[in-house]
């Protein structure tokens, strides 16, 4: 895959060991419901904890070298137990045709449902280029399903773009606009009325609620999962920067440095020219 990519000058360097348990936040980082699990069964914003998780996915997705090129939204219009049963089929239809088709399974989605607009989920994915046709001619052709008890279509609306050669640019900017919902008061405790300190304005994200959803939120691939992370971790071909360092810029926290880091290992790993004369 081709990508545009911009230089950074964040440092090859893993979080803080005292900083590991927010990813690289610092001592007075204000998490609000902090505790609150991740799996909650009913939540107003995105918390920290969601936020963090689904960025450390966007993250190990980069540095295996799968840059997010692929953005749908599903739009649903039967009763929320309806809409989530139908979207977890989805899903398992979607990894068995990834299965199928031999490549690599990874998306992350979030839920929302702001006033006076259905319930909806965002999803950003990472499909290849030499696939790209058939999956928007699958997902097109699965959506457009009809319930066979009651014959009524099971999902509202759809838009789904693709993009063969993507910036990181881009890939991030969607992620900003996907995690909008994130609480708006996430930000440094000690000045939370301080606007300019909160997280949201800080690192260029909306930070306004959408809804009320009474089931879990957010969600990633079990490619890109905390799992897969920590094996990649331990080979050593992974680990988390610590971005959410208050003195890190917007262009530090949305750059290429985990694509970067597959580039780089990727280039030790080929035979050198004069190494292959031998």
């Known amino acids: 895959m081709s990508a545009k990519t911009k230089p950074c000058p964040f440092d090859d360097r893993p979080a803080p060991a005292e ?38 996915a966007v993250q190990y997705a980069n540095s295996c070298g799968r840059l997010m090129n692929a953005e749908l939204t599903i739009s649903f219009d039967g009763s929320d137990a309806r809409s989530q049963d139908f979207f977890r089929s989805f899903l398992a239809r979607y990894r068995a045709w990834c299965e199928y088709r031999q490549i690599p399974c990874v998306y992350i989605y979030v ?18 280029d030499n696939t790209q046709g058939k999956a928007v001619a699958w997902v097109r052709r699965t959506l457009d399903c009809i319930d066979p008890t009651s014959g009524d279509r099971l999902v509202a609306d759809k838009k789904l773009a693709v993009r063969k050669a993507i910036d990181v ?78 003195d890190s810029t917007f262009e530090e926290a949305w750059s290429d440095f985990w694509y970067r880091q597959f580039l780089a290992r990727k280039e030790r790993a080929a035979p050198s020219a004069i190494s292959s004369l031998f």
């Open 19 to 56: 900083w590991a348990e927010m990813r690289g936040g610092p001592q007075n980082f204000h998490l609000p419901l902090g505790g609150m699990p991740v799996t909650s069964k009913c939540s107003f914003y995105i918390s920290g904890a969601e936020f963090f998780r689904l960025y450390d």
């Open 111 to 128: 839920w929302e449902r702001p006033p006076n607009t259905r319930l909806h989920a965002h999803l950003q994915l990472h499909i290849p």
């Open 169 to 246: 640019v881009s890939q991030w900017a969607w992620f900003r606009y996907i995690v909008k919902g994130i609480n708006p008061r996430l930000g440094n405790e000690s000045v939370a009325d301080t606007e300019i300190y909160r997280f949201a304005r800080h690192f260029g994200i909306k930070g306004v609620a959408q809804g009320i959803i009474p089931f879990k939120r957010t969600g990633r691939s079990l490619q890109i999962s905390d799992r897969a992370q920590r094996l990649a971790m331990k080979r050593g071909e992974f680990h988390r920067v610590g971005i959410f360092d208050w």
